[in-house]
């Protein structure tokens, strides 16, 4: 079983599969009579046809060592988590190699940090560490095959360093 590191997710590093949501820095305006700060505009949604829609996931806690079978991807629109508690996450992608995914990168989300898929990127299942594993979801409604699943040869063993 090939074993993949956990790296903190970054947004230079999560880069090329999406967008690291969270308030960092200074917000690009300020709102609510001075008491609220706006981080504007944070993902790169993207959608084929349909609307974007909300959803809410609730999805049981892993744990480490994760056995990692399969990854999935949306190719009709982008997919973006938020979680509704300050929990860390486990985030996996892989690139896409000629239509199939090539090697995952596993990432551990910070406290208060969400992320946004793009449109076809390779990436596992909605992986919580802790409870309760609820989850603003926000991604394409519509018609259509909107989701394509890869099961590996192998499994992959995602640990933490």
Known sequence: MKRIAIQPLTAEAFAPFG????????PD???????CGRFHDRARLDFSDGQAGISIFKSE??????????????PLGSQAFLPM??????VIVAPDEGGAPGDPLAFRTAPGQGINLLRGTWHGVLTPLAEPGLFAVVDRIGTGANLEEHWFEAPYEIASV
């Open 85 to 90: 508690s300050f929990d860390p996450f486990l």
């Open 29 to 35: 305006k300020i709102i609510n009579e001075g008491l």
């Open 61 to 74: 806690a892993r744990a480490l060592p994760y056995r990692l079978t399969m990854v999935e991807r949306h």
């Open 19 to 26: 967008d690291v949501l969270e308030a960092e820095g200074a």
